[in-house]
């Protein structure tokens, strides 16, 4: 059974860039490279952010940014801001079931 | 504007059925691969069910494989997903989601959604 781990938790101050990492249990991420990010704010539905591991949809601001390495995507937020406090999840194809979101992460914005 | 509407939530029994409907409009429905996901309140996403545009290809998550039926009628802009034997751990917001692939392959980079549709299993 595939699974992605995301941390729990990460925080950061106005201004600073952090990271969100997404690993896969077998090779799901590096073998299909079809890892989406979205950022849901409380009591809304889910926005996509980044879609295909590194790509932005029209209107996703360019301070987020997706990337890999291995079998670990991860979702940088540059410059952070105040309207950044949300949850995070990652999601990816993963053949079989096909498709399995993360965890969730919930960002702090200090 | 891309717009998605669920409807078709609400209170069930253990093994009782719904049916959710999802009503799109704003973009060519027919040319979307369309998905529904799960969210139980307070916690994570968990997609469900997925439908190419021509409904040739369909796909389960196992915790719903053989309970819920995905279908969609392009002529009426609408995604529905049948749900049968339904368990009080199927008790979550509903969400239908659109595919940002057009006519191709859905990878899975839901572009849009809906707000929801409560569905609550109980006896």
């Known amino acids: 059974q595939s699974a992605l781990t995301q941390p729990a938790s990460v925080s950061g101050s106005p201004g600073q860039s952090i990271t969100i990492s997404c690993t896969g249990t077998?090779?799901?991420?590096?073998?299909?490279?079809?890892v989406s990010w979205y950022q849901q704010h409380p009591g809304k539905a889910p926005k996509l952010m980044i879609y295909?591991?590194?790509k932005r949809p029209s209107g996703v601001s360019s301070r987020f940014s997706g990337s890999k390495s291995g079998n670990t995507a991860s979702l940088t937020i540059s410059g952070l801001q105040a309207e950044d406090e949300a949850d995070y999840y990652c999601?990816?194809?993963?053949?079989?079931?096909?498709?399995?979101f993360g965890g969730g992460t919930k960002l702090t914005v200090l | 504007e891309v717009q998605l509407v669920e409807s078709g939530g609400g209170l069930a029994q253990p093994g009782r059925s719904l049916r959710l409907s999802c009503a799109a409009s704003g973009f060519t429905f027919e040319d979307y691969a369309m998905h529904w996901v799960r969210q139980v309140p307070g916690k994570g996403l968990e997609w469900l069910s997925a439908?190419?545009?021509?409904?040739?290809?369909?796909a389960y998550a196992d915790s719903v494989k053989g309970r819920f039926t995905i279908s969609r009628d392009n002529a009426k802009n609408s995604l529905y997903l049948q749900m049968n034997s339904l368990r009080v751990e199927d008790t979550a917001l509903y969400y239908c989601?659109?595919?940002?692939?057009?006519?191709?392959?859905?990878?899975?980079?839901?572009?849009?959604w809906g707000q929801g549709t409560l569905v609550a299993v109980s006896s």
């Open positions: 989601a659109k595919d940002i692939s057009r006519l191709g392959v859905p990878i899975g980079g839901f572009e849009d």
């Open positions: 999601c990816s194809y993963v053949g079989n079931s096909p498709w399995v």
């Open positions: 439908i190419t545009w021509d409904s040739a290809n369909i």
């Open positions: 077998n090779s799901d991420v590096v073998t299909y490279n079809l």
């Open positions: 295909e591991g590194i």
